[in-house]
């Protein structure tokens, strides 16, 4: 188990596409082009990136224009686009754009509005997206909860949190506060989009490195979930964004 279980496919994860067998890394797809959003003046005019909130740092024209052409709600699509600029300065090489963060987000909670959630003005899921508890049962591993139900509400079972599904363990490793300094104090929340988002982000780049090679991004999306569909699943959805414009 790395990172997240995908609602829609309703799977276990673990390890990275070294594990495949040789027919099904045959089948991972082709890394789909990166898409990066235009600065917005603010960050244009920072020091560095990481002084401002993710949700900041796109251009926020460019955010309205495109939310509308790819039906990707404003306040995701803000913070896609943020954590992936944000990851320019931190991760030179990775190359990891916003369309695959959305990819990501659209398989795992449809941006957030998984079970009639909706994204806060904040960018936190309300009501909070829980996911399946994970059992043992038909298509998931079996996870003893790990976080005396602190983040899922289940004090049994560990379950996927959040609009991009992480689990409690890989939360506490890698959670990353998306405020720029400026949340008060306040921990990163798996519930608010742009923590989670920066945490993706992050999680991703230190897996596959550079993402915009085919062996990079099968490496980073299939340490997300270890999955060939799920893997072709963001792909495509990460080409039909960026072939949208």
Request: with cysteine; charged share 20%; hydrophobic share 40%.
């Amino acid at each position: 188990m790395a990172l997240a279980c995908g609602l829609v496919l309703l799977c276990g994860c673990a390890g990275t596409p070294e594990g495949f067998s040789e027919e099904s890394a045959a089948s991972l797809p082709d890394a789909p082009v990166q898409r990066h959003a235009p600065l917005s003046d603010q960050a244009r005019a920072a020091q560095s990136l990481a002084e401002l909130p993710v949700r900041e740092l796109a251009d926020p024209d460019w955010v309205a224009e495109t939310a509308d052409v790819v039906q990707i709600p404003d306040r995701a699509l803000e913070a896609y686009a943020g954590a992936a600029l944000r990851l320019r300065e931190e991760y030179l090489d990775c190359g990891l754009g916003w369309n695959t963060l959305a990819g990501i987000g659209q398989v795992e909670s449809h941006h957030g509005a998984y079970g009639g959630s909706t994204l806060a003005e904040d960018g936190t899921a309300s009501p909070p997206i829980i996911g399946v508890a994970l059992d043992g049962g038909e298509g998931v591993a079996a996870i003893p909860d790990t976080d005396g139900g602190e983040l899922d509400g289940d004090d049994e079972w560990d379950r996927a949190v959040g609009p991009m599904q992480f689990i409690p363990t890989t939360w506490e490793l890698h959670a990353q506060d998306g405020s720029g300094g400026q949340g008060g104090g306040s921990p990163p929340d798996p519930q608010n989009i742009d923590d989670a988002s920066l945490t993706a982000a992050v999680f991703l780049c230190e897996r596959g490195g550079e993402v915009v090679t085919d062996d990079g991004f099968a490496a980073a999306v299939g340490a997300y979930n270890r999955s060939v569909p799920y893997i072709n699943d963001v792909a495509d959805w990460a080409e039909r964004y960026a072939g949208s414009f």
